[in-house]
């Protein structure tokens, strides 16, 4: 007697048993049969070695029990139902669900499943069933059964599992740039890859980039790297530009439109889109603006409208504000009268000497008060101050004008024409010419000064106390031309 085991299986949850109690749907050999046995019977594989019975015998299925069909490899490729009643027979049974692991499966039932490529089998509870030695293990019992649906090797389902396509996975995976392990595809992040959906190709990793077949890798399309070049470039000058902005402002600027300007009235002007002073040498920073040297703010009074008019001009060199007169010096606004000097051309007798910048009694011997408001004998109490006198070569120069001056008008005196007129009274030529060219030798620091002096009025008209001097020294009288040389 074959080994008998009897599964009773679950489905539901409600336990399927045998409608006859003493029934075992024991898989029998398709020869041993008795008189008990009943007439309905089907084989139990594709062998017909072994059978399933149907009725009431001790080892036949009883109404409603469900025995497999099995082909050469074990695999469950048909289902079949005990019916008993008046007859005794076994009818075909479809269970009404797909497995959950089935490779095709539809919503629709088999109506919308294509069996084509692939394999058709039967499954206890969604598990696996295996290979069965026939006649040494029994069968499953009950309805708890699902359609199993596998494509045949080469093949795989589609994507809505309705049907077996071939398996082009491999191909797929390597000419997507990918690699083919056997049973997935895997793709390189380095190349740009990503897997496809259905997890059999690669693709690129964003819309951003394109495959290159060539290459079997995705690379960045040339108008996203056009358009990141030209954002990294406008980035980069939108951080030059907050550079620029920041540089400009911290030099007292203000930034506008890419753009530094600068205030005039703070003596500023733009330089490489920063404000500097209108210029190094005259202008001083500070702060946020530019000052006027201390020279250049003297410089530029000195040279006011005003200023100018008044005879002062600028010496670049010594840095200071002159006069063209030298009588005259510059009191920070306008040129005005030496107080000084004009002081001492008030005192008769006295002169000014522009060399050493002194006053000096003229006539030698004399000296001033001690007050130093008149000339005055030296021996006569003068002031105990020497007076500021010119050097020995000039003081002789002096005395010999002096003698010289003297001598002609003590001519002049006592003759009844002057020396300038002839006897018919013209002027003397001849005179002219001979004074001319008897000239007056000077002696200063700088060299001998030499004075022709021409006398052309004699005549004494109230002006006598007018005199030209050069160093302190008389050289010409009112109404006398006279020319100047250094030698």
């Known amino acids: 007697m074959k080994k008998i085991l009897l599964f009773i299986v679950a489905f539901c949850g409600v336990t399927v048993l045998s409608h006859n109690a003493d029934a075992k749907c024991t898989l029998l050999s398709c020869g041993d049969t008795s008189f008990f046995d009943p007439n309905g019977w089907i084989t139990a594989d594709v062998g017909h070695n072994q059978c399933w019975f149907c009725g009431p015998g001790p080892n036949s299925c009883s109404d409603g029990d469900v025995v497999p ?24 049974y479809e269970p009404g669900y797909f497995c959950s692991n089935s490779e095709l499966q539809s919503g ?9 490529n692939a ?59 990918g690699t083919w392990n056997g049973s997935a595809c895997t793709c390189a992040t380095s190349k740009n890859l990503k897997l496809t959906s259905d997890g059999a190709a690669c693709e690129c990793v964003s819309s951003d980039y394109e495959f290159d077949s060539a290459t079997k890798q995705c690379n960045k399309k040339k108008s996203v790297i056009d358009e990141e070049n030209r954002r990294r470039q406008q980035e980069e000058q939108n951080r030059l530009n907050q550079q620029r902005k920041a540089a400009c402002e911290q030099s007292g600027g203000t930034w506008a439109n890419n753009q530094c300007s600068c205030d005039g009235t703070k003596n500023l002007r733009v330089e490489n889109n920063v404000c500097v002073c209108l210029d190094d ?170 004075s022709n002096v021409v006398k052309k009025n004699n005549i004494e008209d109230g002006f006598e106390d007018i005199q030209c001097t050069i160093g302190g020294q008389v050289v010409a009288g009112w109404g006398d031309e006279f020319r100047v040389g250094i030698q």
């Open 69 to 92: 069909y099995l082909d050469g490899v074990g695999d469950v490729i048909g289902l079949s139902q005990c019916a008993t009643g008046f007859t005794n027979r076994f009818e075909n």
């Open 108 to 116: 629709g039932g088999l109506s919308g499943i294509s069996l084509d």
């Open 119 to 177: 394999k058709k089998t039967y499954r206890i509870d969604g598990d696996a069933t295996s290979s069965f030695s026939l006649g040494d293990l029994d069968a499953f019992i009950g309805r708890a059964s699902c359609i199993y649906i596998k494509c045949n090797d080469g093949y795989m389902p589609n994507a809505d599992k309705s049907a077996c396509i071939k398996d082009n996975r491999e191909s797929r995976c390597t000419s997507t740039g």
């Open 281 to 450: 040498e005259n202008y001083v920073r500070n702060g946020d603006r530019c000052d006027l040297t201390s020279a250049a703010a003297l410089q530029q009074k000195c040279t006011s409208p005003d200023s100018l008019a008044s005879g002062a001009y600028w010496d670049d060199v010594n840095k200071q504000c002159r006069c063209t007169n030298q009588q005259y010096t510059w009191n920070g606004s306008v040129c005005a009268m030496n107080p000084a000097i004009q002081k001492c051309l008030l005192i008769t007798g006295a002169n000014w000497n522009y060399t050493t910048g002194q006053c000096y009694c003229m006539e030698v011997g004399k000296t001033f008060n001690p007050e130093g408001t008149a000339c005055v004998d030296a021996t006569s109490g003068g002031s105990t101050v020497p007076s500021p006198s010119p050097d020995d070569g000039q003081a002789a120069s002096r005395a010999k004008i002096e003698q010289a001056v003297a001598k002609m008008e003590e001519i002049a005196s006592g003759m009844k024409l002057t020396v300038w007129r002839n006897d018919e009274g013209k002027f003397n030529t001849s005179r002219l010419l001979s004074d001319s060219i008897a000239g007056v030798v000077l002696g200063t620091a700088g060299g001998l000064i030499t």
